[in-house]
């Protein structure tokens, strides 16, 4: 079964970001823009051409097992030299999702 805080930890992520960077305007342009790089994406083919779609990250369309490496691959990307924002620690940026959804580990 698909974890309720898992998926609210993606949105505040993705929120974080949003509040923290120049180039997107909202939260979803965000969300298909990492999509996109991450390859969370479905290939779909007209008349020779062939464009990439981003997946749904739905409940009912994305399985938790899927949803976890997906995640992890957002995580990733954002903090990739080629991401938004290049260098910073995984833990750091883990531990600001946590605050915003309210997740105490101490």
Known sequence: KRSQKQ?????????????NQDYFKNKDHLSHYIKLKIGHVDVVQ???EVI???KSISFSSTKQEEFNSFIDKAIDFIISD???????????VLNEVYDI??????
């Open 7 to 19: 998926h609210r930890m993606y949105w505040a992520l993705i929120t974080l970001v949003l509040d």
């Open 46 to 48: 007209y008349k020779g």
């Open 52 to 54: 990439e779609v981003t």
């Open 82 to 92: 080629e991401g938004l924002w290049p260098g910073v620690e995984r833990d750091t």
């Open 101 to 106: 959804i309210g997740i105490n580990f101490a």
